[in-house]
């Protein structure tokens, strides 16, 4: 189960790779940004932030992806519990306090961190 997390980066990767490169195969026009505006706004308010916070609201994200999904199977319902048992979705609250607890000292951090923009749903 471990390895699943690494796949599923590589294969985000991957993904935006090839349809990146696709879009530029394509001639897409200059004037359609490669990300949704939604992205280009998360990733502005995360520039400059550690590490640790970007990758707290990644997994915000990520939870807020797989709680939505739907276990119409057996097979399908294993898969989601095993995302949201891997991403430790029930600690995303106590986690978001420790990080809040260790950037108490820096205000645009914290502020940040208590401030996430909502998710895409």
């Keep these: 189960m471990e390895s ?10 991957l993904f935006v790779l090839t349809v990146t490169m696709h879009s530029f195969a394509q001639g897409k026009p200059k004037d359609k940004p490669l990300v949704t505006p939604w992205e280009a706004k998360l ?3 995360l520039k ?9 609201r990644q997994r915000m994200d990520n939870c807020d992806h797989w709680s939505g999904e739907d276990g119409y199977d057996v097979e399908r319902a294993k898969e989601i519990s095993a995302a949201l048992a891997e991403l430790k979705c029930e600690h995303l609250e106590s986690d978001k306090a420790k990080l809040l607890k260790k950037y108490k ?3 645009t951090i914290k502020s940040k961190i208590k401030n996430y923009p909502a998710g895409l749903e």
């Design 4 to 13: 699943v997390g690494v796949n599923r980066s590589f294969l985000s990767v």
């Design 43 to 45: 990733a502005n308010y």
């Design 48 to 56: 400059g932030l550690p590490e640790d916070v970007v990758k707290h």
């Design 105 to 107: 000292s820096k205000s």
